[in-house]
């Protein structure tokens, strides 16, 4: 993988054509090798026998470390590689189009560091990142048995005495809490607890005891997907850490906690969509080798329109989630909004394609060692636990509910970041470098991607007709959505189901302004450069079309008649079950223009 140059800053591309994460993601694909060679360590057939055993990929995450896949998860200000997070979406989105129980293992590592990233002081995260760079596993102690996502109600507790903080209590669900050298732990450092009573703490299992006055693995958890993922905890009984173990001021654990996971429940989209392209694969090969009722099943038009209605919500997926990760470095202060809209929708929206996906298997999607070794069961059962990953789906429209305020009032004053807005959805232009210390917790302006989302005529935006025409009902659906924001009140206590409806219907017109604007920003660079399926995508906005087809009712709340969507449908079936070259890695369909590395200087050679 080759490094990101420091130091950048905003502006255009020189290659046009080029979109770098792409040609990274096709780069980790190759290394990966062809999943149906028998012996592989990234097989389907190995790794299918792996989840039937319910066994650790140690094999793949080794690999994956040797081809250097841990700089991905260090920014580049500390020697690593992560320098824009459109980049690393791309390249954990490959390896969860190959399996998600393996991505899930080793991008754990990322989770476990970005607190550090986030909060500590340079020595410390320039010492944490020489470990992650060397292959230390890292491992994220937030849950606990009896607490849930409820991070107030804590109860391990790190107490200061002269030899630094001695830990009591139990981590549990913790992704790498057994195989883990460091975990990074929340833990109440005031006994009356509340927003400034937690902390947190680097605590090194390779300087503890593993017993009394240390720490103790809990016992692997059985999961029903990622079998083989060490989903387990850690219980500390007076295991002493180091003063300087902490991460940042004593107290400010939660605040940098939230500020972290905006990050990481961007980077989940990677995941989702990986699933979603892993099952459109599976799927569309067997479609084209299946007869039913003397027809290849590939031509039956219920079945296009099915596979048509998936292909429509993975492409939607893509736009939240390529757009939300570039967001987070051109309007980072709006990330609690745009996270929790992103870490709601993709993993919804990825988990209803897989179940259309599914019908269309039929009773092979329910079966091991049959199509493609059974990989399609497996990934229906791995992704269904990335929507509870770092605050569930409830959580998340909950935060969405915390912001109704800012939202209606920012949409009120029409405030907008236009030039963040334009180098988020412009896929030519240059991301600067992240700034952490501009992140909130709170979206204090609302979301500049929704509010600046205008319709104008036709010809300004490039929208075709039929395009514009959504459009101008998306715009008219958020005028009244944001009406109906700004009446809700707020409830300390019980928050009605009225209110996580209504976050739901915003989740989806921030979905409709990425589409757009990624739309509005590219069509013409890639329409003219383009060949193939991405051509066809964008040449007439059929991708956009189809993606505002799906979103409207959602926004509006109610179906929307009157469309054609059968046409649309059958048109992204037919670019789905369009051959393609096997030997040629990436997903069946996306809106990502593809170049060959030739195309850009900086990426020759294989690995950094």
């Not at 109440?188 to 593993?210: E, I, N, Q, V």
């Not at 969509?273 to 459109?280: E, F, I, R, V, W």
Request: proline share 7%; hydrophobic share 45%; net charge neutral.
């Amino acid at each position: 993988m080759t490094a990101a140059a420091p130091g950048r800053t905003a502006g255009p591309r020189t290659l046009p054509a080029h979109y770098r994460p792409e040609l990274l993601a096709r780069r980790w694909e190759r290394l990966m090798g062809d999943p149906f060679e028998p012996d592989g360590v990234f097989s389907y057939a190995r790794l299918a026998r792996l989840d039937e055993r319910d066994a650790f990929p140690a094999e793949a995450c080794a690999a994956l470390d040797a081809a250097g896949l841990p700089a991905a998860y260090v920014p580049v200000r500390l020697g690593g590689v992560l320098g824009a997070y459109d980049e690393a979406l791309a390249v954990i989105r490959a390896v969860a189009r190959r399996d998600l129980t393996v991505a899930v293992a080793h991008a754990k590592t990322y989770l476990g560091a970005v607190s550090a990233w986030v909060g500590a002081d340079p020595g410390q995260a320039r010492a944490l990142a020489e470990d992650v760079l060397a292959g230390t596993v890292v491992a994220w102690g937030l849950t606990e048995p009896d607490h849930g996502s409820d991070l107030l109600a804590g109860d391990v507790t790190a107490v200061p005495g002269p030899d630094g903080y001695r830990l009591h209590g139990e981590k549990w669900l913790i992704n790498n809490a057994g195989r883990g050298q460091l975990v990074c732990v929340l833990a109440r450092t005031d006994p009356a607890g509340g927003p400034r009573g937690f902390s947190l703490l680097l605590a090194d299992k390779r300087r503890l005891p593993h017993g009394p006055g240390g720490y103790r693995t809990l016992p692997k958890v059985r999961t029903h997907g990622i079998r083989g993922a060490d989903i387990s905890g850690i219980g500390f009984d007076g295991a002493t850490v180091p003063s300087d173990a902490l991460i940042g001021a004593e107290g400010a654990g939660v605040e940098i906690v939230l500020k972290s996971l905006q990050l990481t429940r961007t980077m989940c989209a990677s995941l989702s969509l990986g699933a979603g392209d892993h099952a459109l694969a599976l799927t569309t090969g067997f479609m084209a080798q299946r007869r039913l009722y003397g027809r290849p099943l590939a031509e039956l038009p219920q079945a296009r329109h099915s596979l048509g209605e998936a292909v429509a919500d993975l492409l939607c997926a893509e736009a939240v989630g390529v757009v939300t990760s570039r967001c987070l470095h051109t309007l980072t202060g709006e990330g609690a909004v745009a996270s929790a809209a992103a870490k709601y929708l993709v993993p919804t929206l990825a988990a209803a394609a897989i179940d259309r996906l599914g019908q269309l298997l039929g009773a092979r999607a329910f079966l091991s060692g049959v199509h493609a070794h059974g990989m399609f069961q497996k990934v229906a059962r791995d992704h269904r636990i990335v929507g509870l990953f770092d605050g569930s789906t409830v959580v998340n429209l909950h935060a969405l509910v915390n912001n109704f305020p800012a939202l209606a009032r920012g949409h009120r004053r029409g405030t907008a970041d236009g030039e963040g807005v334009a180098a988020a959805a412009d896929l030519r232009t240059t991301l600067p470098e992240l700034d952490t210390a501009r992140l909130s917790l709170t979206a204090r302006g609302g979301s500049s991607l929704v509010q600046s989302l205008l319709v104008e005529p036709v010809e300004p935006v490039g929208l075709p007709p039929r395009v514009a025409l959504l459009a101008a009902r998306v715009h008219a659906a958020s005028s009244a959505l944001h009406e109906e924001l700004a009446a809700h009140r707020p409830s300390a206590v019980r928050v009605p189901s009225a209110a996580f409806a209504l976050a739901e219907r915003y989740c989806a017109l921030y979905a409709a302004a990425a589409a757009l604007h990624l739309w509005t920003h590219n069509h013409r660079w890639i329409a003219a450069t383009a060949s193939g399926p991405a051509l066809a995508l964008w040449a007439d906005g059929l991708w956009v079309e189809a993606a505002l087809l799906r979103l409207l009712p959602r926004i509006l709340g109610r179906p929307v008649p009157s469309y054609d969507t059968h046409r649309i449908h059958a048109r992204l079936a037919g670019l789905a079950l369009a051959p393609r070259d096997p030997a040629e890695p990436g997903p069946v369909l996306s809106l990502l223009p593809r170049a060959h590395p030739a195309d850009d200087p900086t990426l020759r050679g294989d690995t950094a």
